[in-house]
């Protein structure tokens, strides 16, 4: 997303990512009449209990509606949509699984842009103070139409256009900054005490869902936030960018990584696995898939994993097979343990709903829901006060890798 708040909290971003779009498949069906024929039922409705009519159904929403229409104290502010789209949800939430989810056209429409990994902006990030409310820029993508317009990392937004955004909340300031692709928007910033205004013009932004470096003793090391649509080609150039500097071994950082698309996960994992079962899933009826790999790409260095209690679903089918294969250890500390997969489904009117409809297990066999996968080398993250820079998690990683 662009333009989003830089010190949100670990926890929040991965629930965030596991719960509205990170998830360990995806695939886009057409028509609410998938929806129906998936759960087995018709269109028209099928109530296993047989003690409740759809008949029943309407006569209770008349009547609720009926004493809402006549004692609601705040009739006027009622959106209607939203009850619709309330009845809709609360559906789904029903069935008491956690990613099982009905989306409405708005948070499909961003669903749909955290899971390509692409969007329409200006390719920037910042955050808010809570405390006074200010917001400033953290971070300007290279090349973007934020670094083309000026904007620099430390300015603070007070103005979008003709809207001040003072006692804004953030949600609001990304809508008014976001829009479609060719179109402007003019930014006001104080920069060392100046007003300087400048205006971007909005274009299609890649997330970087992909970093590298080359560490001390030619050791790579790639983070990877989520898997995106984008993420492949960015894992792919990362690898190849550190062969070229003489990569001896490799350490890939999970650490926080939500999850994403299976598709993107499984063909990383084709640059690095040996022949054989990368994933496979099994749904209800029993029936199976296998996702294979044929090992031309095989990784035959040094390798470590970096994981902890935030790295769910394709980090963890990632992290799985690694395992498995035995061709890198598994640092850090014990995965979330999502083995669930969840289909995407197009209801053909702008809303999706997102269902569970399989389990996946590792190369193995194993099934991680709701244990995890168990690291080889357990690492607790500690906080050093007198260096905050430091990480434990990974030093030791590297230390794996070095074979110290």
């Known amino acids: ?163 001040e955004t003072a006692g804004v909340d953030l949600d609001t300031v990304v809508s008014w900054i976001k829009g479609e692709k060719g179109t402007d928007v003019t930014l006001h910033v104080l920069r060392d005490g100046e007003e300087i205004e400048t205006t971007a013009t909005r274009d299609i932004i890649e997330v970087q869902t992909v970093e590298y470096e080359m560490k001390d003793g030619q050791t790579g090391y790639i983070a990877v936030s989520e898997f995106d649509d984008v993420t492949y080609e960015q894992f792919k150039t990362a690898l190849e960018e550190l062969e070229a500097q003489g990569m001896q071994g490799l350490v890939i950082d999970l650490r926080n990584n939500p999850g994403g698309n299976l598709s993107t996960v499984t063909d990383m994992l084709k640059l690095l696995l040996p022949e054989g079962t990368i994933v496979s899933t099994k749904d209800k009826y029993g029936n199976t898939d296998e996702i294979t790999c044929d090992g031309s790409h095989e990784f035959a260095k040094p390798l470590a994993v970096l994981v902890n209690q935030y790295s769910a679903s394709a980090s963890e089918i990632f992290s799985g097979a690694i395992q498995d294969y035995g061709i890198g250890q598994i640092v850090g500390m014990t995965t979330y343990g999502k083995g669930v997969v969840q289909q995407l489904m197009d209801l053909g009117d702008g809303t999706y709903l997102k269902v569970t409809i399989a389990e996946y297990y590792t190369p193995s066999g194993r099934s991680i829901n709701g244990t995890g996968v168990e690291p080889d080398v357990e690492v607790e993250y500690e906080y050093d006060a007198e260096d905050p820079e430091a990480d434990n998690q990974l030093e030791k990683a590297l230390e794996v890798v070095r074979g110290e």
């Open 1 to 163: 997303m662009d333009w989003e708040t830089e010190k949100k909290s670990q926890t929040r971003r991965f629930w965030l990512g596991v719960f509205a779009g990170s998830l360990a498949a995806i695939f886009v069906l057409a028509g609410i009449w998938c929806v129906w024929q998936i759960s087995g039922r018709t269109a028209r409705g099928d109530f296993a209990s047989g003690e409740i009519s759809e008949r029943d159904v309407e006569d209770k929403l008349d009547q609720i509606n009926g004493l809402i229409e006549r004692y609601y104290l705040y009739e006027d502010e009622i959106d209607e949509d939203a009850l619709i789209d309330g009845i809709y949800s609360g559906y789904a939430s029903a069935l008491g699984d956690p990613y099982t989810e009905y989306y409405d056209k708005e948070e499909t429409q961003a669903l749909l842009e955290t899971t390509s990994g692409e969007f329409s902006g200006i390719g920037a990030t910042m955050s808010m103070n809570v405390d006074s409310g200010e917001i400033t820029i953290v971070n300007v993508y290279k090349d973007s139409p934020a670094d083309r317009a000026g904007i620099r990392e430390g300015d603070v937004l007070y103005q979008v256009d003709d809207k």
